[in-house]
């Protein structure tokens, strides 16, 4: 892109950057933060910020902050900015361990509402929760609690060339009637509800380039006794099964696949159905504080585990 630089977009982010900037600045003073003081942690204190740097002829751009503080929405004020939209090929949402009741909303509606659109977005990553993580992270429609309510789809729509999804939470129905013809890579990490995730992309018709699946099971494994559970709310070997015989999956050459219940042998059944698949079973669940065991509250012995190299 010419004169990127000089690109109103451009102009538009680096204004916003300075007033993140003093925004920080701001909060700190008032909470007496000295954040000059060298022998402190650099991320301790109340910060926000804007990333900016040029990318494959536009900018990348990374936000890192609160969920729910004047920023963020500064920040969607931005990006519905056609001319901020118009650079934009690659996008991130990140920040602190900060919610609410145990969760950490994410909400695009005011963005998702405009009539904004990305025609060189190829990567849009929105953090995934860590297992430290307090809360977790999710993109939900704003008036609705806990629920995502088809804004994934909304926002992947926004972006015809999009390449490279990273979700905190699994999309709903809505996001497989979306055309995403060149979508090659999609992580969807863990949250309490997967909206039946896998069936509907067996069922789906919608991402033919889709080369790499990065799938986390239902956070339901470790929050809730399996009597307790509502019925879907881990995704069943039978569902697996369907997608591993699916045409939906005839594309995929990696799948990665988080935090799962099934068996050894459950396992060995799929990936005997697609034997050129690189398949790769990933462990790293929400971790659990020690003096809630007693309490079993919570389906904690995933957290205690012999040594896996002892026959």
């Keep these: 892109m010419k004169n990127l630089f000089t690109n109103p977009g451009h102009q538009a982010l680096l204004a916003l950057q300075r007033r993140i900037h003093a925004f920080t600045v701001d909060a700190a003073a008032e909470s007496g933060t000295d954040i000059e003081k060298l022998d402190a942690p650099l991320w301790t204190s109340a910060c926000q910020y804007l990333a900016i740097a040029p990318l494959h002829g536009g900018v990348h751009v990374e936000f890192f ?5 004047e920023p963020f929405q500064w920040m969607l004020a931005c990006l519905a900015q056609q001319d901020v939209a118009d650079i934009l090929v690659s996008l991130a949402f990140t920040g602190p361990d900060e919610g609410a009741n145990g969760t950490r909303e994410w909400e695009f509606t005011p963005l998702l509402d405009s009539a904004v659109h990305f025609p060189r977005l190829r990567f849009l990553s929105i953090r995934p929760t860590a297992p430290e993580d307090h809360n977790i992270s999710m993109v939900v429609r704003a008036g609705r609690i806990m629920e995502e309510g ?31 013809p060149h979508l090659s890579i999609l992580r ?16 789906s018709r919608n991402m033919p380039a889709l080369g790499l699946l990065d799938f986390t ?44 219940c099934l068996s050894q042998e459950e396992l060995q059944a799929l990936g005997a159905l697609r034997p050129s698949l690189q398949f790769m ?20 012995k995933h957290l205690i585990q012999a040594d896996p190299g002892l026959a």
């Design 217 to 260: 099971e239902s956070t339901e494994l470790q929050f809730t006794w399996a009597p307790s559970r509502t019925d879907g709310a881990v995704t069943t070997f039978a569902s697996y099964e369907k997608l591993f015989v699916s045409p939906a999956f005839d594309s995929v050459h990696t799948l990665r696949l988080r935090n799962t």
């Design 150 to 180: 088809g804004e994934i789809a909304r926002f992947a729509t926004k972006a015809p060339h999009l390449a490279e999804l990273i979700v905190p939470n699994a999309p709903d129905a809505t996001f497989f009637q979306a055309p995403l």
């Design 65 to 69: 902050g609160d969920t729910w503080d």
């Design 188 to 203: 969807i990490a863990g949250c309490t509800d997967t909206q039946r995730f896998v069936d509907n992309l067996a069922a």
């Design 281 to 300: 079973v990933i462990q790293a669940t929400q971790g659990g504080y020690v003096n809630h065991f007693a309490k079993n509250a919570f389906p904690w």
